[in-house]
C-alpha cells in the first residue's frame, strides 16, 4: 500500500513538471494560443496620453509612434517609433500639416505593420486630433489595420470649439475615420473639466474592451486548452505508468 502511494506520488511529480515543461515550450513558440494586445499613440498629444496611462497590465504593449524625433527620444515608459525619418527632413515633424503626415506613416507602412502592429490580436489607438501627425497618421493607420484584418478600436480627442483652425481639421478626420470605420470613440474636450478626466475615461473605455476581448479568448480558446491539457496529462499518465513495476522495484 504504501509503494503504491509512493508510485502515485512519482508519476504524479513527473506528469506536473512534464507538461509544464511541454506548456511553457509551446508558449515560448507562440504554438499555444494568447492574446497580444498593442495600445498606440499617435503624434504629441496621443503619445502623451498613451503615457500617462501608466499601463500596468502585461497583457498590453504601449507604443508611440511620432514624426517627432526629438519627443520621441525623451520617452522611457513606453516604445517609441520614429515615422517619417527620411522622408521628414532635419527630424522635425509634420509642422501640423495633414498631408504630411499621411505622407509619412505611408511611406514607414511597413516598417509600423513589422515592428508594432504584426501578430497583435488587438490593436487600441489613441490620438487627439487637430495636428497634424495626430489627424493624418490615425487615419493611415486605420487603412493597414483593415489592410491586415487586425481587429482594433480608435480613441480620438476632439479639441475645444475656440480651436477654430484645429476643430476645422479635427472634423475633417472624424468625417475620413467614419467612412473607414465604426470602431470609433470620440471625446469632446467641450464635455469634459479638464485632461485628466479625459484620460480617466479613456482608460476605463481602454479597460473595457480589453477584458471584452480576453473574455472572448477564454470562450474561445477555453475549450481547446482543456482538451489539450486533458491529451497531455492521459498520454504522459499512460507513459508513466507503465512504468510501475520499475518504480516498484526501486523501492
Request: include cysteine; charge should be neutral.
Amino acid at each position: 500500500m504504501r509503494n503504491d502511494r509512493r508510485v502515485k506520488k512519482v508519476i504524479d511529480e513527473k506528469r506536473s513538471g512534464l507538461l509544464y515543461k511541454v506548456k511553457s515550450g509551446l508558449k515560448s513558440d507562440r504554438k499555444f494560443l494568447e492574446p497580444s494586445i498593442v495600445c498606440v499613440g499617435i503624434g504629441g498629444g496621443g503619445c502623451n496620453i498613451v503615457s500617462e496611462l501608466s499601463n500596468k497590465r502585461r497583457e498590453v504593449n504601449l507604443y508611440c509612434l511620432n514624426t517627432d524625433t526629438l519627443s520621441n527620444a525623451k520617452r522611457s515608459d513606453v516604445t517609441s517609433v520614429n515615422v517619417g525619418a527620411d522622408y521628414i527632413l532635419d527630424n522635425r515633424d509634420s509642422g501640423g500639416y495633414v498631408e504630411v503626415a499621411k505622407k509619412a506613416f505611408k511611406e514607414d507602412s511597413a516598417m509600423i505593420d513589422v515592428q508594432v502592429l504584426r501578430r497583435a490580436d488587438l490593436v487600441l489607438v489613441v490620438t487627439t486630433l487637430g495636428g497634424g501627425t495626430g489627424s493624418g497618421g490615425v487615419i493611415e493607420i486605420v487603412k493597414l489595420l483593415k489592410m491586415e484584418n487586425t481587429p482594433f478600436k480608435i480613441f480620438a480627442v476632439r479639441p475645444f470649439e475656440f480651436e477654430d483652425k484645429r476643430k476645422e481639421v479635427a472634423d475633417l478626420a472624424i468625417a475620413q475615420l467614419r467612412k473607414e470605420t465604426d470602431h470609433l470613440e470620440i471625446y469632446d474636450n467641450n464635455e469634459f473639466e479638464s485632461i485628466a478626466e479625459i484620460n480617466k475615461r479613456i482608460k476605463e473605455d481602454m479597460d473595457s474592451t480589453i477584458d471584452s476581448q480576453l473574455k472572448l479568448y477564454d470562450t474561445i480558446y477555453g475549450k481547446y486548452s482543456d482538451s489539450f491539457d486533458r491529451i497531455i496529462e492521459e498520454t504522459l499518465d499512460e507513459v508513466l505508468t507503465r512504468g510501475g513495476p520499475y518504480y516498484r522495484y526501486r523501492g
